[in-house]
């Protein structure tokens, strides 16, 4: 399974990103899909996660600012943020799986929000 992340970059407080992850090669029912992030010296943290029916969770600090969605179709997963903060800095990966627990990750996309 292949995971290809994009659209991390810099960007000011208060301003927008949309990340997006493309899997492919996948032999089994993608039923969750996910961000994790992880700034420096801190361990990785989920962000969001959906499953195959759009059910949602976030972590307490993105509610609100942060929307996660998904094409099954494409395999593909997004997630929305606004109002960005510097505390959102940090390398931002998608995951899959089967379970609810990740199976599978992307290489990361560092997003890096200034003040």
């Known amino acids: 399974v292949q995971l290809q992340a994009s659209g991390g970059g810099v960007v000011q407080a208060g301003e927008s990103l949309r990340l997006s992850c493309a899997a492919s090669?996948?032999?089994?029912?993608?039923?969750?899909m996910g961000w994790y992030r992880q700034a420096p010296g801190k361990q990785r943290e989920l962000v969001a996660r959906?499953?195959?029916?759009?059910?949602?969770a976030y972590a307490d600090s993105v509610k609100g600012r942060f929307t996660i969605s998904r094409d099954n179709a494409k395999s593909t997963v997004y997630l929305q943020m606004n109002s960005l903060e510097p505390e959102d800095t940090a390398v931002y990966y998608c995951?899959?799986?089967?379970?609810?627990?990740?199976?599978?990750w992307g290489q990361g996309t560092l997003v890096t929000v200034s003040s």
């Open positions: 995951s899959l799986g089967p379970t609810i627990s990740p199976g599978y």
């Open positions: 090669g996948s032999s089994f029912r993608i039923n969750y």
């Open positions: 959906i499953d195959r029916s759009g059910n949602t």
